[in-house]
Structures are given as C-alpha cells and as structure tokens.
C-alpha cells in the first residue's frame, strides 16, 4: 500500500509542474477583449437615466439562448467564492499566479457576457441583478478537500463548463451569442487541460491517493445550478434543450477524462488504488 502524500508534500512536488502548465497555458490562450464582442450601438439608457425600462419584447433571443447566458453569468459572477475556495490551497509560487490567471480569465466572462445582456436588453435587468444578489449572498461552498479532490473537481467542471458553451453556440438563435459562446468554451478548454495536467503528473507521483480523488469528485459531481423565478431549475431547461444533460456526463465529461489519465489501463496501483478503480468501472467505454 503506498503512502498518501500530505498536501504540503504534493504542493512542493507539482509546483514545476504548476510551472510549466501555466506558461504554455498562456502560450497557448488568445488574447481577446471582451468590448470587441458587444454590439454597442444596440444600447440606450433606461428610465433612470431619461430613455426607456426594459420590456419583453425587446429581447430577440430565444428562451435557451437567454437561460444558457443567464447561467453563466451568474455562475462567473460568484467568481469571488471560487477564488477564495482556490486560494485557501494554492497560495503559494507557481499556485498563486495560476489562481490569478484563472480567476481573470473567468471575470472576463463575466464581464462580455454582462454586458451583452445589457446592452441588447436580451434579458430583465432588474431580475437578472437579484438573481445575482440571491446567488452570490447563497455562495459557493462544499466541504474541505484535499488539494486533489481541488484539482480533480476542477478539471471535471472546465470539462462540463465547455461542452455547456460549445453546445450553446451549436443552438443559438443568434450569430453574436454563438461566437461569445465558441469564445467563453475556448478558455473553458484549455482551462481543463491545465487541471487534467496536473491530476496526470499526480498519477505518476502517488497513484492510488490521485485515483482516489477522482472517483470521490466523480460520485459527487454536480454542475452549478441556477434556480429559476418560476420554481424549476436550470439544469432542468438547459437538459431539455439539449445543451447539458447530466445523463451525458459519463459519456462526455468522465470518461474522456479518465481515458486521457490512463485509469483502466495503467500498472501502478495497490490494493487501494484498485479499489478506487473499480468504483469508476461502469464508466469504462
């Protein structure tokens, strides 16, 4: 039986891993603003302002193209929680710059999406901004974890977040909302990589504790959810209009992953490691 790593030990030991991730990360990543995406002469001011409040008819997305958005930016919008979940593991060299990086890329998401929505009245101003009162005073939370279940659940939620957007832009109504989308599932995947990286290096560096980790993220995977004003949820509409269906995820989200991080086929696992592995069995393709 091998001997778990303590997450001290595992920051020390990946960090030039962490390193190297990072700069071919932003090797790799296009440099994008998120102004040139606004149709800005599409805007004019509200009542406050002396022009005209929002109406429903203004708004020339479909349901889905106007929910799909609706979510992420309410979920880019508590980037402040998923921040300060990161940074409570990874403060320190390397970690620390990656935290950075990440959460910037994310509040450029943000930041395009916000202000698509606004300027194309694409959705009620006034609903959308308790929607994210409400969302953002509930927080993100989950239980404490060990810095490989971190790496783990983030490497499954950059996978999921980016089979969200491609498939957003493959069903959109508009030609603006499907090159925001393509844009935001570019990040998304090259966001996973850097974490799928990092889980691969900790096969390799302590492989039943790493396997350990996937399976537990993997039972307890849950995309953000998003409650609606009318009482459903938006995991619920997202599925019907065939953008994320939880149904999928073993076949689109865990299984290429576990297929890219060799789980059934590699050599090095004890008794434990095996154990984990055979969690993960139904999910072999």
């Known amino acids: 039986m091998q001997n778990d790593l303590a997450d001290r030990e595992l920051l020390v030991s990946l960090a030039a891993e962490v390193e190297a991730n990072l700069v071919r990360h932003i090797a790799l ?29 203004q708004s020339e997305l479909s349901d889905v193209s106007k929910l799909a958005l609706t979510v992420s930016v309410l979920i880019a919008d508590n980037l402040p929680a998923y921040h300060r979940e990161l940074g409570k593991y990874l403060r320190t060299g390397p970690w620390w710059r990656w935290v950075g990086r990440w959460t910037a890329e994310e509040n450029r998401h943000e930041i395009l999406i916000r202000n698509y929505l606004m300027v194309t009245r694409a959705v009620d101003p006034i609903e959308l901004e308790r929607a994210r009162m409400t969302h953002m005073v509930e927080g993100f939370s989950r239980p ?52 799928a990286n990092l889980i691969s290096a900790a096969l390799d560096l302590a492989p039943d504790q790493a396997v350990r980790a996937i399976a537990d993220r993997i039972a307890d995977f849950h995309v953000p959810v998003v409650k609606l004003a009318d009482g459903t949820t938006s995991d619920e509409l997202l599925a019907e209009a065939g953008i994320y269906d939880r149904a999928n995820e073993p076949a689109l989200v865990f299984g290429p992953l576990l297929e ?25 393709s």
């Not at 102004?35 to 002396?50: A, K, M, S, T």
């Not at 991080?261 to 072999?284: M, P, Q, V």
Request: proline share 4%.
């Open 144 to 195: 404490a974890m060990h810095l490989l279940d971190v790496l783990a659940a983030c490497a499954l939620e950059e996978t999921a977040a980016a089979i969200r957007h491609r498939n957003t832009a493959a069903t959109a109504d508009s030609p603006i909302v499907a090159t925001i989308a393509e844009r935001l599932a570019a990040d998304d995947e090259l966001q996973a990589v850097f974490f």
């Open 260 to 284: 890219r991080w060799n789980i059934f086929t590699r050599t090095d696992f004890s008794e434990a490691g095996e154990k984990s592995r055979a969690e993960l069995a139904h999910l072999r």
């Open 29 to 57: 990543a296009a440099e994008w603003q998120p102004h040139d995406y606004v149709p800005w002469d599409d805007g004019r001011n509200f009542e406050f302002l002396g022009g005209t409040d929002w109406e429903p008819g």
